[in-house]
């Protein structure tokens, strides 16, 4: 069965880095678009940034562009958020969720949760001095 398993969240302080990892099995990774969302306390999920199946496209939302970065190895079946100079407003449950393939992915579409038919089951990332 489809699965997506997210790790490498913790509590670090503001400036700090942390890299996330998404493992995907149970299809194949190299066919599909993977997004990354997180939802904070009190507030709707939201998309953070997506990677097209062959890494030819990424997306990010505004606040987070010049500090993560998502990449994949489909090799490794895995997908990767590099979160660099974390600030507080970082702090969520981050998911990767695998994109629809009827879907298409552009710079208006790529974040729309509806689009997205299998998530994980999160990583906490806490960023607290």
């Known amino acids: 069965q489809v699965q997506l398993v997210e790790s490498g969240g913790g509590l670090v302080q503001p400036g700090d880095s942390l890299r996330l990892s998404c493992a995907a099995s149970?299809?194949?990774?190299?066919?599909?678009?993977i997004g990354w969302f997180r939802q904070a306390p009190g507030k709707e999920r939201e998309g953070v940034s997506m990677?097209?199946?062959?890494?030819?496209?990424?997306y990010y939302t505004d606040s987070v562009k010049g500090r993560f970065t998502i990449s994949r190895d489909n090799a490794k079946n895995t997908v990767y958020l590099q979160m660099n100079s974390l600030k507080p407003e970082d702090t969520a449950v981050y998911y990767c969720?695998?994109?629809?393939?009827?879907?298409?992915?552009?710079?208006?579409?790529?974040?729309?949760?509806?689009?997205?038919?299998?998530w994980g089951q999160g990583t906490q990332v806490t960023v607290s001095s």
């Open positions: 149970g299809f194949t990774l190299g066919d599909y678009h």
């Open positions: 990677i097209s199946s062959r890494a030819i496209s990424t």
């Open positions: 969720a695998r994109r629809r393939r009827d879907r298409i992915a552009n710079n208006l579409t790529w974040s729309r949760i509806g689009d997205y038919d299998y």
